[in-house]
């Protein structure tokens, strides 16, 4: 099998590679995270720049990174979910709920959501309730979209989002606004994923009266559809 080099993998895009270290192999004052994740006994905790704690080691995950005032961390804890099952042993998974922090280490969301999708800004959370359902608010508490409005919500990039409603066998798919307007309708068989990608337009289908897929592209900037 080929060796990678470490560097291979942190740089793919969405790498989240981390390197632990001893602490006393650490040098903080060369470190310009704001909130710094360290580990005690098998949690994770977040210090600042002072080595002061500010966040207890009590999480099982954290995923971002803290580098301006406008950034935000989720942090994660473990829990189990389990049903029984007649014939055999009870089925039981790992899940996470998930929280998110300031660059204080001040909760803005405590931790009970199964996903929080964070835009590109900072600005505007998509979160998933534990029942499933979704709804977007801003960065200060503020209801965009609320709670079960549409089946499925994708996190924003430059101020637009993926919704869709319906089944698993029949999505039709559009795209929303940071103010919650839908700018292309709820009327597309797929639209590509556009979330962090840095892409001027995305590509939609469609399936005409024939029942024959149909593939154009929606421009991010200027909503000028082509199909």
Known sequence: MEQKNIKDHANKEFSNVRVAVDYNDYDIEK??????????????????RSGEVVVEPKYDLILDSCREDSDVVRVGIYYTYGFNRATKEPSTYLRTK??????K???????EYKQIGVSDDNQILTIQHMDGQYEV??????????????AWID???????????GDCDKKIWGIIN?????VLPLKYSNIWNFYKKKRIETTIEAIDEFGCKRVGSFNLITY???I
């Open 31 to 48: 470190d310009t995270r704001l909130l710094i994740p360290f580990s005690y006994y098998q949690h994770y905790g977040m210090m600042n």
């Open 98 to 103: 998930w929280g998110l922090l300031n660059c």
């Open 105 to 111: 280490g001040e909760f803005i969301l405590e931790p």
């Open 137 to 150: 608010i801003s960065i200060d508490g503020k209801v965009i979209i609320p709670k079960g409005k549409y």
């Open 155 to 165: 996190s924003f990039d430059g101020g637009l989002s993926r919704i869709c409603v």
């Open 178 to 182: 940071s103010c919650g307007i839908i």
């Open 224 to 226: 000028e559809v082509n």
